[in-house]
């Protein structure tokens, strides 16, 4: 059975939103493919008239550090395995560096993108759930009567609900940009899989802290769960209740664990666990992720030892 009719490859965002103007319901954006194609050949998806290859356009696939402002910006269609190894992201995002790694195996990570990751809006996607805690924006190419649009948003604006994201016809993720991290901060990703578990995780995690310099509290705090919702999840209760804490402090961690299970909305999947061992999770993921983003902090050592 075809399930396409034609393939694209397009050099620029402009030549790629032209021609999904096309079919506007009938095209579909591929990148690494690895969620997509898989979906056609299930028949999870109908098939197609025509896919759109973004993965050869240059502006898509750059890394790049913003020389006037503070921003690291990362396009949409860089692969995870790029992301793993990329020398300024090991430095300065180490929990999306982190999850992107955990990304499927090599084969996957060297052709699966970020912008796939976050598009696909799986509640429990590993480098959406790294992003998040970056406090990352996402920035959507729209086109408008023959000429592109670009807008910065948070990234949560992108989810809409499981495996939905709120793209309409004539639109596309082109990247995603986070402030770096300064002195007295870091972070950090961990997740939980099944044993042989190849895709998605029980639970993941991904924590960034700013300590204050003087007192050693947290100064600012962002804490990502993935699937604790039905959306990838910020969990801004426990985040306050981290604010002004000694993040070494047992009973500061365990405050802040009390208010992200009691904010997060687990379920139990068939496949994967019961909501009352991903409660248990949330507890085990963020005392440890703490403990080792502090440790990152106090030692200031990179991801991948000393430089
Ligand atoms: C064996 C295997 C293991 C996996 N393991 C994991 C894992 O451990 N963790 C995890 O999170 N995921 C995992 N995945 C899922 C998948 O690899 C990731 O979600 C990946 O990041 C998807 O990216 P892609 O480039 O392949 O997306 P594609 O399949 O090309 O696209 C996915 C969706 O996003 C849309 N899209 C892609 N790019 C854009 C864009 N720039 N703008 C708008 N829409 C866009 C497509 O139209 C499609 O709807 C696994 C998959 C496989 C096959």
Redesign the pocket.
């Known amino acids: 059975m075809t399930r396409w009719r034609s393939y694209h490859t397009p050099s620029t965002v402009e030549e790629a939103l032209a021609l999904l103007a096309q079919h506007p319901e009938r095209a579909?954006?591929?990148?690494?493919?690895?969620?997509?194609?898989?979906?056609l050949e299930l028949g999870h998806?109908s098939p197609v008239e025509m896919l759109v290859d973004?993965?050869h356009i240059p502006q898509?696939t750059q890394i790049q550090e913003d020389d006037r402002e503070p921003w690291i910006q990362i396009g949409?269609?860089v692969?995870?395995g790029r992301i793993e190894r990329d020398p300024t992201l090991r430095r300065v995002a180490t929990c999306l560096v982190e999850?992107c790694s955990?990304?499927?195996?090599p084969q996957?990570r060297n052709?699966?993108?970020?912008?796939?990751?976050?598009?696909?809006a799986?509640p429990?996607?590993?480098?959406?759930v790294g992003l998040l805690a970056l406090d990352a924006q996402v920035q959507i190419a729209t086109w408008r009567e023959g000429q592109v649009d670009y807008t910065w948003h948070p990234l949560p604006a992108v989810f809409a609900g499981p495996g939905r994201?709120t793209?309409q016809p004539g639109?596309?993720?082109?990247a995603f940009r986070f402030r770096p991290p300064g002195p007295g901060e870091a972070s950090a990703f961990d997740r939980i899989m099944r044993p042989q578990?190849?895709?998605?995780?029980i639970l993941g995690a991904a924590v960034r802290l700013g300590l204050d310099p003087e007192r050693g509290t947290v100064a600012h705090a962002t804490i990502a769960l993935g699937p604790a919702g039905p959306v990838p999840f910020r969990a801004t209760a426990a985040e306050q209740a981290l604010r002004g804490a000694d993040p070494t402090d047992l009973r500061a961690v365990e405050q802040v664990i009390q208010a992200a299970q009691a904010e997060a909305r687990l379920r139990t999947s068939r496949h994967r666990a019961s909501a009352a061992y991903r409660h248990e999770m949330v507890a085990v993921l963020l005392r440890r992720l703490l403990r080792r983003t502090v440790d990152r902090i106090r030692t200031a050592v990179p991801l991948g030892g000393p430089t």
């Open positions: 579909r954006i591929v990148a690494g493919g690895t969620d997509l194609l898989l979906d998806e973004i993965t898509l949409a269609a692969t995870h999850a955990v990304v499927g195996g996957v052709v699966a993108t970020l912008g796939g990751n976050v598009a696909h799986l429990a996607a590993d480098g959406t994201n793209l639109q596309m993720l082109t578990g190849v895709a998605l995780p």
